[in-house]
């Protein structure tokens, strides 16, 4: 069982910067790739970034290319996402979530690919 739990949401301005994290539970966190998914006003929630386990490969979404940094530090159990430049279709609530991946594979952009969520936490960019 993995519990995850995220933080630093909160409001920016558009061009501005937050760094999220997501802290997990669990003695194996390194054998777990890690994503991020948001979910906008009235919107259905998207993928946003995976990472693999030893977080040496990281996959994004198009929308958030080049602007969002995804990273991870095993030996605190923590995944980072560094989101700069943000625009106001950017405001969510950003949820992180971890699959059990032992083969290092990292390429999990679907919702269902994931075993565990944390409780999302909101982001919100004003123009």
């Known amino acids: 069982q993995v519990q995850l739990v995220e933080s630093g949401g909160g409001l920016v301005q558009a061009g501005g910067s937050l760094r999220l994290s997501c802290a997990a539970s669990g003695r194996t966190f390194s054998s777990y790739a890690m994503g991020w998914f948001r979910q906008g006003p009235g919107k259905e929630r998207e993928f946003v970034a995976t990472?693999?386990?030893?977080?040496?490969?990281?996959y994004y979404a198009d929308s958030v290319k080049g602007r969002f940094t995804l990273s991870r530090d095993n030996a605190k159990n923590t995944v980072y996402l560094q989101m700069n430049s943000l625009k106001p279709e950017d405001t969510a609530v950003y949820y992180c979530?971890?699959?059990?991946?032992?083969?290092?594979?990292?390429?999990?952009?679907?919702?269902?690919?994931?075993?565990?969520w944390g409780q999302g936490t909101q982001v919100t960019v004003s123009s």
């Open positions: 979530a971890a699959t059990r991946s032992l083969s290092g594979s990292y390429y999990y952009t679907l919702e269902r690919q994931y075993d565990y």
């Open positions: 990472i693999s386990g030893g977080g040496r490969n990281t």
